[in-house]
């Protein structure tokens, strides 16, 4: 069965840096292009970073040249470095595959998130 278990996210102040991870069981790995979404309070998830299985990568613009995404195919994990944070990127951080995320019994399965606090 599909497991996504994310870490890294916490409390940083406005132009830290924070490395989120993406530790995923239950599906080839390699096979999948993977994204980083965000959740912002009271809103749908967005898409922020996307990866292909080759390494192929592609940004929101309200994240390029600030976040980095990469992947060890090897570790079955997906990373997404975040430079120069601003208040506007705290939300919970999560990861699924992409364009589609994986289903549990027909339904969007989405792993616990990890919550992305900017403040001074």
């Known amino acids: 069965q599909v497991q996504f278990v994310e870490s890294g996210g916490g409390l940083v102040q406005p132009g830290g840096s924070l490395r989120l991870s993406c530790a995923a069981s239950?599906?080839?790995?390699?096979?999948?292009?993977m994204g980083w979404y965000r959740q912002f309070p009271g809103t749908q998830r967005e898409l922020v970073a996307t990866i292909t299985g080759g390494g192929w990568t592609n940004y929101a613009n309200s994240v390029k040249d600030r976040f980095t995404i990469s992947r060890d195919n090897a570790k079955n994990t997906v990373y997404l470095q975040m430079n120069n944070l601003n208040p506007e990127d705290t939300a919970v951080y999560y990861c699924?595959?992409?364009?589609?995320?994986?289903?549990?019994?027909?339904?969007?399965?989405w792993g616990q998130g990890t919550q992305v606090t900017v403040s001074s």
């Open positions: 699924n595959t992409y364009p589609n995320p994986r289903k549990i019994s027909g339904i969007d399965y």
């Open positions: 239950g599906i080839t790995f390699a096979a999948y292009s």
